[in-house]
């Protein structure tokens, strides 16, 4: 996965995405599918419906958007060999937040005006990168 495919995910693709890095698997139920890792969290959607429309269950981890969910994959990477840097940039256009997740054999970094999607974003680069 390119850094411009992760940049154009949208918030609900990321979390997806994340959850299948965190060990979250698709399972088959009738004419449902689910995407579960600890019991309690699910993503339905119909068999052969690709989308990311309706159904979203709230238990999935808001990692984008939620600090506590983003250190998480923190712990993660770190488990795999990542140290991580997050800065601060503030200016008149407001604050910018760089995540790098990096290891002697590479370094993959994100940018946003939200720490917890720059640490989603870079955290998906690194994950990928390692399992390519």
């Known amino acids: 996965m390119t850094k411009d495919e992760v940049m154009a995910m949208t918030d609900k693709a990321l979390q997806i995405k994340t959850a299948e890095l965190m060990g979250a698997q698709w399972y088959t139920y009738g004419k ?41 994959l923190v712990e993660r990477a770190i488990d795999n060999g990542f140290m991580m840097k997050l800065k601060a940039w503030s200016g008149s256009l407001g604050t910018v ?31 990928e990168t390692i399992n390519a």
């Not at 790098?100 to 940018?111: A, L």
């Open 97 to 127: 937040w760089d995540c790098t997740f990096d290891r002697s054999d590479m370094d993959v970094n994100d940018s946003d005006e939200k720490a917890p999607r720059a640490i989603t974003r870079a955290f998906i680069l690194a994950m």
């Open 32 to 72: 449902v599918r689910s995407l579960e890792f600890w019991r309690p969290f699910r993503w339905h959607r119909a068999v052969g419906d690709e989308s990311l429309g309706e159904g979203w269950d709230a238990n999935i981890p808001d990692y984008p958007n939620d600090f506590a969910a983003a250190i998480d």
